[in-house]
Antibody, heavy 122, light 107 residues
């Protein structure tokens, strides 16, 4: 059974940092591109970042470029999101998601974690 | 970015009824369209990908159709467990973008 378990969320002041982790199991982690998707309270879904299987290619939405860093440790089957210079508008539930196979420049997400809440407030 | 517009924003239907949710892309996405179901307090789950391919384990009362810029999700014989928010998402171009969601409730 595919499982994605996020951790590391919490309350943080604006301008500070937080690092999220996502422990994967039930599939060969190193064979899949992975992503973070967020959902602000009572809002819709917003893709944040993606990373290729080996970690050599990373992609970010414009609003987090230069502030967030996605990475992975295939030996530990773990995905990370380092979030620096946090802003109030980053407040959301952050989901770790496995990307499905795609022939286009983008992908759908076939498995999601339970999510972890990040609140940016003074 | 490709904009995804869902309609209606909310929908109330009776048990056993057939419901349809629409998704309009701002440009041709060549059937690179996924649908997700998000039950209250839960994470999204993939229902359909490539516009009409049913994900493993998804009941056959769910179906997807469409092409070009217009797509739809149909739920036949509505069940109580179908009460959820439904999102469409394009995966034709980066960044992947989602519709605003359709909240489905029981009448």
């Amino acid at each position: 059974e595919v499982q994605l378990v996020e951790s590391g969320g919490g309350l943080v002041q604006p301008g500070r940092s937080l690092k999220l982790s996502c422990a994967a199991s039930g599939f060969t982690f190193s064979n899949y591109d992975m992503a973070w998707v967020r959902q602000a309270p009572t809002k819709g879904l917003e893709w944040v970042a993606s990373i290729s299987t080996g970690g050599g290619n990373t992609y970010y939405r414009d609003s987090v470029k230069g502030r967030f860093t996605i990475s992975r440790d295939n030996a530990k089957s773990t995905l990370y999101l380092q979030m620096d210079s946090l802003r109030s508008e980053d407040t959301a539930t952050y989901y770790c998601a496995r990307q499905g196979s795609s022939l286009t420049g983008s992908s759908y997400f076939d498995y999601w974690g339970q999510g972890v809440m990040v609140t940016v407030s003074s | 970015d490709i904009q995804m517009t869902q309609s209606p924003a909310s929908l109330s239907a009776s048990l056993g009824e057939t419901v349809t949710i629409e998704c309009l892309a701002s440009e041709d996405i060549y059937s690179n369209l996924a649908w997700y179901q998000q039950k209250p307090g839960k994470s999204p789950q993939l229902l359909i990908y490539y516009a009409n391919s049913l994900n493993d384990g998804v009941p056959s009362r769910f179906s997807g159709s469409g092409s070009g810029t217009q797509y739809s999700l149909k739920i036949n014989s509505l069940q109580s467990e179908d009460v959820s928010i439904y999102f469409c998402q394009q995966n034709y171009d980066s960044p992947p973008t989602f519709g605003g969601g359709t909240k489905l409730e029981l009448k």
